[in-house]
């Protein structure tokens, strides 16, 4: 059981360029989430996911996709990075008990300089 | 519209002493109040939690008090010690609902020996 997995740990990427971070668990999870943290504004939800096929913009979603093809992965694209996505991204997973979710486990992170 | 407003941002104490670390939040519709803990480098961990039905939560050293007229929750550490320095962030939501956790913007504790 890794729980959470987020790779990779460390991206550079120049202005403009686009990837995708990964995130995946083994949990059997139904809720998955994205977050960036920048220093001074603690964790702000960029996009979630309640279950497979289904996604929800959080608060800072501009200039990030994601999709849930399947339970375990939620990958995170940036579609043309720029110096202001530059951050540490968690991805998260959580589940459900009688329609009540439960905490969150978070993956360890992957720290993202865009020059 | 910051949803959880968390204080202090920094806090020192010493070993032993009884760090307390505040928050507060708006939407009257939030029924799960998780505090998580974070070491340099690595992603946050659950730490404790609390629901509105509940005005106290004791779970080791640590301690979630819960006002619910005044829309407030703090953390107590009890006995604090210097692995215990990390950065703490509350968060709320209606767990009940399909809805995700909304962060306080962090408070770096250091207990000094």
């Known amino acids: 059981n890794a729980g959470v997995t987020q790779t990779p740990k460390f991206q550079v990427l120049k202005t403009g360029q686009s990837m995708t971070l990964q995130c995946a668990q083994d949990?059997?999870?139904?809720?998955m989430s994205w977050y960036r943290q920048d220093p001074g504004m603690g964790l702000r939800l960029i996009h979630y996911?309640?279950?497979?096929?289904?996604?929800d913009q959080g608060e800072v979603p501009n200039g990030y996709n994601v999709s849930r093809s399947t339970t375990e992965d939620f990958p995170l694209r940036l579609l043309s990075a720029a110096p202001s996505q530059t951050s540490v991204y968690f991805c998260?997973?959580?589940?459900?008990?009688?329609?009540?979710?439960?905490?969150?486990?978070f993956g360890s992170g992957t720290r993202l300089t865009v020059v | 519209q910051q949803q959880v407003k968390q204080s202090p941002q920094s806090l020192i104490v010493q070993k032993g002493g009884i760090p307390i670390i505040n928050c507060a939040y708006e939407?009257?519709?939030?029924?799960?109040f998780p505090w998580y803990q974070q070491f340099p480098g690595k992603g946050p961990a659950l730490l404790i939690a609390?629901?509105?039905?509940?005005s106290e939560k004791k779970e080791g050293r640590f301690t979630i008090s819960f006002n619910k007229s005044a829309k407030q929750f703090s953390l107590h550490i009890m006995d604090s010690q210097p692995g215990d320095s990390a950065t703490y962030f509350c968060?709320?939501?209606?767990?009940?609902?399909?809805?995700?956790?909304?962060f306080g913007k962090g408070t770096r504790l250091s207990v000094i020996a």
């Open positions: 998260a997973s959580s589940y459900k008990v009688a329609g009540v979710f439960y905490g969150y486990t």
């Open positions: 949990m059997n999870h139904e809720y």
């Open positions: 996911s309640v279950g497979a096929g289904i996604t």
């Open positions: 939407n009257t519709a939030f029924d799960y």
């Open positions: 609390i629901r509105p039905d509940v």
């Open positions: 968060a709320a939501s209606r767990n009940s609902g399909n809805t995700p956790l909304v």
